[in-house]
């Protein structure tokens, strides 16, 4: 492959991060799928704006599932040029290696050959890891919640699986609208950590047990009026959290989130991202609401909702 040989370059904005995501020409076909699934627009000149923190992650192809030596290639492209050459260290995931660099606002990621769809899929997910890390370092935290919007302000129901995010979103009525049932994240709206935002990120599972795929518009980003912990009950209910116990719950649910994907982190390097969770969940608690929701199957849990926020 020449230097000048056209990769795909994507942009994802989170928070007050922007990620050039590019792929090499032999990912074409996956990264175009993936750019689709979470509705990713082509990068141009005008996202290189000043001010904002900007990270690459360069995706390429891996030589095997075992191997994980460092792809040198990848300071031969236009996209690697500027990229350190060495100081990089690998983390090992089921699908994918990640190479991190202490001193490189970047991420290379490389893909092992695909053996079935559930793989293709599932090295979908773990490439949204770098994005997860970066929203915890700017002071965001992922959540195991769906995502409802009303007017231009957003809520987050948080579960775990089975307890009802999915029901809830699809049984919100108009003007409610369900951006996503399963995954988001939290972001920081501002620098100083008063405000915060809400993306929606794919529903993996639906790949996974063939419920008919689906797109989320990821960069899609609302203010965050509060987050509500579904519970289910015969009848419907509310009731605001204490600091602790929202703090905890949050926590919780952005390691239902993690769980999976880092169980092969370093386990210095797994402490400190736990910790990392808990303290970000504990400044969130101050700066919005969190409530317990009880919900039931025929009540109308989103008036609850609306008397709240």
Known sequence: MSRSAPFLVFRLRLGPTVWR??????????????????SLKRWTEDDSERGEDQRTALFLPGPDRSSAEF???????????????????????????????????????????????ESRVAAMSEACLPFYFRVIETGGLPLHAAVLARKDKA???????GTGKSTCARRAPHPWR???????????????????????FPTWSNFFFKRGGGAWRVEERLPLSAIFFLAQSKE??????????????????????????????????????????????CRMVRRFPVFLLETSLTGSFWKKIERVI
């Not at 995501?21 to 979470?38: N, S, V």
């Open 155 to 161: 809520v987050a129901l948080a579960a775990s699986g």
């Open 236 to 281: 419907d209910n509310i009731l605001r959290l204490g600091q602790g116990e929202a703090a905890v719950n949050l926590a919780r649910s952005g390691h239902q989130i993690l769980f999976g994907l880092t169980r092969k982190l370093p386990l210095p390097e797994l402490r400190s991202l736990w910790t990392e969770i808990f303290d970000n969940a």
């Open 178 to 200: 369900a951006l996503g049932d399963d995954l988001a994240v939290v972001t920081r709206a501002d620098a100083g950590g008063s405000f915060f935002s809400v993306n929606p």
């Open 21 to 38: 995501i590019a792929a090499g020409p032999e990912l074409e076909d996956w990264m175009t799928d993936f750019a689709r699934i979470l």
């Open 71 to 117: 792809p040198d290639g990848a300071f031969f492209f236009t996209e690697g040029a500027r990229l350190p050459s060495k100081g990089w260290t690998a983390t090992k995931l089921n699908n994918l290696v990640l190479w991190r660099h202490a001193l490189a606002p970047a991420v290379i990621v490389q893909l092992k050959p695909e053996e079935t769809e």
